[in-house]
T-cell receptor, first 112, second 115 residues
Framework: GENVEQHPSTLSVQEGDSAVIKCTYS??????FPWYKQELGKGPQLIID?????GEKKDQRIAVTLNKTAKHFSLHITETQPEDSAVYFC???????????FGQGTELSVKP | DTEVTQTPKHLVMGMTNKKSLKCEQH?????MYWYKQKAKKPPELMFV???????INESVPSRFSPECPNSSLLNLHLHALQPEDSALYLC??????????????FGNGTRLTVT
């Protein structure tokens, strides 16, 4: 079946540094790629998404890049802050079945 | 605060109990979802309702029974659960019907413990 691979599974950075999380997907027909942030005791919250007709999207300190040829997309967080500490999930829309497939998650820890 | 509201926040039930989880959204979204999430794992899709009709059942055991009374409400009825069913149960909604690649909005979940 279709799948999404996400790396790394854990990431620890110093406050102020950048963090990068990478995902690859298998369904070449996928055209929608959201990123979710899940804090302890809460549900996943959408932080940014990208569609396949663009290569990059930014929203303040976060950005997502998409390479459709290589079938991978990445989340970039600049000037990290302790409140960025959470689990981040990438996802890709799979046309067969019409649903989102999630990556395994990255636990980001930002040390003050 | 999330715009998808789930109750209760926590639930402890025995294997012979019957209980229900509730989810509500007032964003006019046309699709509603149930996901199950184990610790440090991604959400796993269980059911999707699109325009109040069940459109996806991911081969979920019959001890889980979904219900969509109207476009704003989604229930998950639980009966004869097993300890391995203990997990965070997440409800989500999306603006368009199932099959359209629109963003999911999640609630904060119900933490279920089966004893």
């Amino acid at each position: 079946g279709e799948n999404v691979e996400q790396h790394p599974s854990t990431l620890s950075v110093q406050e102020g540094d950048s963090a990068v999380i990478k995902c690859t997907y298998s369904d070449s027909a996928s055209n929608y790629f959201p990123w979710y942030k899940q804090e302890l005791g809460k549900g996943p919250q959408l932080i940014i998404d990208i569609r396949s007709n663009v290569g990059e999207k930014k929203d303040q300190r976060i950005a997502v890049t998409l390479n459709k040829t290589a079938k991978h997309f990445s989340l970039h967080i600049t000037e990290t802050q302790p409140e960025d500490s959470a689990v981040y999930f990438c996802a890709a829309w799979v046309h067969q079945g019409g649903k989102l497939i999630f990556g395994q998650g990255t636990e980001l820890s930002v040390k003050p | 605060d999330t715009e998808v509201t789930q109750t209760p926040k926590h639930l402890v039930m025995g294997m012979t109990n019957k209980k229900s989880l509730k989810c509500e959204q007032h964003m006019g979204h046309r699709a509603m979802y149930w996901y199950k999430q184990k610790a440090k794992k991604p959400p796993e899709l269980m059911f999707v309702y699109s325009y109040e009709k069940l459109s996806i059942n991911e081969s979920v055991p019959s001890r889980f029974s979904p219900e969509c009374p109207n476009s704003s409400l989604l229930n998950l009825h639980l009966h004869a659960l097993q300890p391995e069913d203990s997990a965070l149960y997440l409800c989500a909604s999306s603006p368009r019907g199932q099959g359209y690649n629109s963003p999911l909005h999640f609630g904060n979940g119900t933490r279920l413990t089966v004893t």
